[in-house]
């Protein structure tokens, strides 16, 4: 914060002090329901829905809870946080400016960042959605130790339960409050190390007007930091008034003015508020009031009622009778350690002494298994049904399972359940996008004061990059890129109209154009191109893929603006291609190879099979020579017999042939076949090679 002035500066003191407990009072009493419902809120959002009085009631049962809750909020807070929003800032007249628009859009951009200002939306956001209102706060803060250059911040405010705003606001987003309070309970000896100069060091109820029960409680006395607006008449140029508003800003602790702040620019206190849902209800007399709900607060009963349901199940489980196995006295003597460990330890086979009724002396029967199971389907449909009233009473539905994914198949289904899943939450949205919009409206006033000295000043502009730019200069700049500029932020008069971005963050876009880029790359060779015009596609995909500061000199060692890389593209480009044509013909000669090789295989296995035959028929004719018999007539009939056989021997042979030959030559046509569809193939363009 800014140094505090001497408060004797101001107004005196007793007049200001009656106001600001009076205030203080009212915000509390008007503010008092509505923060009491958004502790309850979070009592379920930390998965305690139970009472004191619930716990006592339900003493030594279960009390569990089955958070249902979480996931929606999840799913709200979570889409905020992948889009962050941008503020939009154009010239409303006044002498206005397009350049003077368009610096304090990228100067409000760079104040974010460098604060970190998103994390303090989604953290106000976060609390919209759980309790039922959240705030984030807008302050100044020196650069450094030794500096006097102020710089703006945007902090999140971790508890919403410290602030109080003016109840009666107006307006949307509560851009109208007239005053505000954010409090610090602090023990009274930490109290007098951080305010030496106090004048007071004990308290009693006559310090606060007779009212010390929201200032002081014995041990802590509470410290606030409390805004007003004040008006003030001034004449303009032509002489005529004009009503201006500033914002003041005390420390106090209800007793004395402990610091004052110095004058704020602009009409608007600087604590920005995300309220919930508003409605307007009657509870009395004493007319309508304000009420704020937050996604959890209608869901509170439905999630109770599960909480009862699951805990009834879990005591019905625990009611399960222990005893197992029951079965009459002395069966289970012989064996009876076996029997303890039943329940345990696997046992093989288990021992029963047999047991006569003496009555009718016949042997009682077996030991039995007790079977109780409670009705768990019963259960299921209970669960079931309240789930889907915490589903209603929050307007959205649970996240897509699998069924679904599996289901739809079309990315545009899913983002249609998504998008479903949006509408029930919008209006949290909406009133988050219009908090985002007074805060760009307040840092806007503020660059009067900030950016009033002739300095540089850091930008940030769409595209994620930073520079620094000179501001207020007498004469317009150059900067490196030959671009012109004069940037009178001193006395620029004019008004602008702070708006915020709808459509996709740039973060967004980033990511789908280098998806777009992973694609075009993979067919960058199909594109009619020159070495060039590719050599600059890629350094262009690099940049996208923000690598670092590594990324950063790829993308420079293959800029199409060094003459020499882009030889050395073009060289490579061409290496590649000769590279691919070769792979084709070693392809190709490998396949005439392996052809030539499978029809010597075959003609090689022809001519053993005749071989054979041949080899066959000699050995008949020498068995029929050394056989003959000396009678002619036998004799005559055996060579008769043996030519018979030595004719079926050779047609079966030259059947054989045949056949073998018509198989080779269907495996060699499949082959050409094969062949053709793999020229076809390499005829066609090759894509890149792979390294």
Known sequence: ???MVDPTQGEKDDELLKRIRHRYRYAHDKWRRNRDE??????????DPWDDEDRMARKNRPTVCADQLNQYVNQVVNTARQNPRGVVVDPAGDGATDALAEYRENRIRAIEYGCNAQQAYINGLQAAVERNIGYWKVTRAYVSDDSEEQEILVLPVMNPDSILIDPDYKTPDA???????????????????EYPDAQKRSFSA??????SSVWFDGKCIVVASYWEIRQTTRQDGKGKKKVEKRVRQYITNGVEILKEGPEQPGPYIPIVPVPGKEIWVEYGQGGAERVLLSLVTLARDPQKALAYVMSSM???VGQLPKTSFVGYTGQFETDAEAWKTANTVFHPYLQVD?????ASGQILPLPQRQELTPDFQAYAVGVDICQRAVQAAMGLQGLPTQAQRANQKSGIALDKIQSEQAIGSYHLVDNYDRAIKLTGRIINHWLAITDADQTQKPVRLADGSHKLVTINSDMPIQDTEGHTYHFPIADDNGRYQVTISSGPSHESQREEGSEFADTLVQNLHALPLS????QKILSMVVKLKQLGPMGDQIAEIISPQNAQNAQQMQQMMQNQQAMQQQFAEMQAKLQQLTLEKQAKIIDRQGQLEVEKLKASTALAVAEMTA??????AIAERDIATYRLLHEAAHERGMTQVEHQHELAMAQQQAQNDRIAAAQQAISQPAGPAQG
């Open 1 to 3: 914060m800014p140094e």
């Open 38 to 47: 958004g502790q309850k809120n979070m009592r379920y959002v930390s998965g």
């Open 175 to 193: 851009s109208d409050i007239r005053w505000a309070f954010e409090l610090d309970r602090i023990p009274l000896e930490e109290f007098e190390i």
């Open 206 to 211: 006559d310090d606060f007007g007779g009212d």
């Open 314 to 316: 879990l005591e019905n």
């Open 354 to 358: 047999p047991t006569v009724d003496e």
């Open 531 to 534: 070495p060039e015009q590719a």
């Open 627 to 632: 056989s003959k018999d000396t009678n002619e």
